[in-house]
């Protein structure tokens, strides 16, 4: 079933007793807020996993990590694989940020992969794209989108689709404070239910939760969440202050 989810994405951010605190702070925060069926999720960085994972369980938070490798093990100097975080527990992965795209080179090709991976071990995976800002201004914005999906997640069959969560992330809307309009996250999430519905038929594109990713804040979530095909967010910034992220989590 579709779900609302709010996912807070600690990039390099939090050494260990920040997160510790940080987690803490949410966990108590959440305990007795009526938010429905809205999943919470947070992506502290590998280092920290483990404890976040240990600290938060039996408690409405849950823990992804923010990236992992497509292989399950071998001479991959830095990397870390599917199975060691299914080892520590920790079941979802963000795949596809677009500053793995950007620094790291990462492909759709290698996303693909990644994506595979990721099912094959029965991880779930929030999955980012979004287009450049370059991209928005000439108009090409859909058809980068499109071909995101196509080559990183389109190989997939319709059933893994359920491990699936999508976040559509515009490039230029990421930690510079300047947000898509409700209006253009709903234009792109529709467009992107269509392409699901085209390829996968009615059903799957009306079960995939969609995030929107870029300087959500207090002040604007509600906005942006009250658009039918936007299911939740995924937040960088505002994840990192608890005041800020159940405000954004109590948007819904
Ligand atoms: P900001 O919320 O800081 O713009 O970051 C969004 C993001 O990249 C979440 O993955």
């Given amino acids: 079933m579709r779900k609302n989810i709010v996912a807070g994405n600690w990039k390099m951010n939090n050494d260990l007793d920040a997160s510790i605190e940080l987690v803490h702070e949410l966990i108590l925060a959440t305990d007795d807020i009526e938010i ?4 919470i999720v947070v992506a502290p960085t590998f280092v920290n996993l483990q404890k976040v994972r240990e600290i938060s369980a039996g408690s409405r938070i849950e823990v992804a990590a923010q990236n992992m490798h497509q292989e399950s093990n ?24 677009s500053e793995r795209r950007e620094y790291f080179n990462e ?20 999955f980012c794209f979004g287009e450049q800002l370059q991209d928005r201004k000439s108009g090409n914005h859909f058809k980068i989108v499109e071909n995101q999906l196509k080559k990183g997640l389109f190989h997939l069959t319709a059933k893994e689709f ?13 930690g510079t404070g300047e947000t898509a309009s409700p209006e ?9 239910r269509g392409l699901f519905a085209d390829k996968y038929g009615k059903e799957i594109s009306e079960e995939i939760s969609i995030l929107y990713g870029g300087s959500v804040k207090p002040n604007n979530a ?31």
């Fill in 74 to 97: 071998g001479a991959f100097t830095g990397e870390i694989s599917s199975e060691m975080l299914l080892n520590i527990e920790v079941n979802d992965v963000i795949l596809g940020h």
């Fill in 36 to 39: 429905g069926n809205t999943r």
């Fill in 184 to 192: 253009q996250a709903q234009e792109m999430h529709a467009f992107i």
């Fill in 162 to 174: 359920g491990f699936v969560v999508l976040a559509y992330e515009p490039v230029w809307a990421i």
């Fill in 107 to 126: 492909t759709d090709e290698v996303l693909a992969k990644k994506a595979s991976k990721a099912i094959e071990n029965e991880m779930n995976i929030i």
């Fill in 222 to 252: 509600k906005e942006i969440f009250s658009k039918p095909d936007v299911d939740g967010g995924l937040i960088g910034g505002a994840a990192l202050k608890v005041d800020d992220f159940l405000a954004i989590i109590k948007a819904f």
